[in-house]
Nanobody, 112 residues
Framework: HVQLVESGGDSVQAGESLRLSCAIS????????MAWVRQRAGFAREGVAI???????SYATSVKGRLTISRDNAKNTVHLQVNSLKPEDSALYYC???????WGQGTQVTVS
C-alpha cells in the first residue's frame, strides 16, 4: 500500500519560511522523479518543483530562487524548502511520485 504523507504546512507571515516534508511508505523515492504541486484557490494545479531521478531539479518561474526540493534517501522522504513566502504562495501543496502517479493528501500553506 503506497502512502505519501505531507507535513509542515502552516499559517505564517509574509517573508517567513517553511519546510514541507513528504514521508513515503510502500514505495521508494530513491532515484525516481518526485514533484511538488500546489493548488491555489481559484487556480489550476501548478507544478512548482521537480527532482528528477538523476538529481536534477527544476522550478516554476513564479517561485524560482525561493524554493528548494531535496530528498533524504535514508528516510525515504522528500522536502520542499520555501523561503520569502508571499500571500500568493497560499495553497494546498501536494507531494507527487510523478511517473507512478501517486499523490499525497496535501499540506496547507497560508501566508498573510
Amino acid at each position: 500500500h503506497v502512502q505519501l504523507v505531507e507535513s509542515g504546512g502552516d499559517s505564517v507571515q509574509a517573508g517567513e519560511s517553511l519546510r514541507l516534508s513528504c514521508a513515503i511508505s510502500g514505495y521508494t523515492s530513491v532515484n525516481i522523479c518526485m514533484a511538488w504541486v500546489r493548488q491555489r484557490a481559484g487556480f489550476a494545479r501548478e507544478g512548482v518543483a521537480i527532482l528528477d531521478f538523476d538529481g536534477r531539479t527544476s522550478y516554476a518561474t513564479s517561485v524560482k530562487g525561493r524554493l528548494t526540493i531535496s530528498r533524504d534517501n535514508a528516510k525515504n522522504t522528500v522536502h520542499l524548502q520555501v523561503n520569502s513566502l508571499k500571500p500568493e504562495d497560499s495553497a494546498l501543496y501536494y507531494c507527487v511520485a510523478w511517473e507512478a502517479g501517486y499523490w499525497g493528501q496535501g499540506t496547507q500553506v497560508t501566508v498573510s
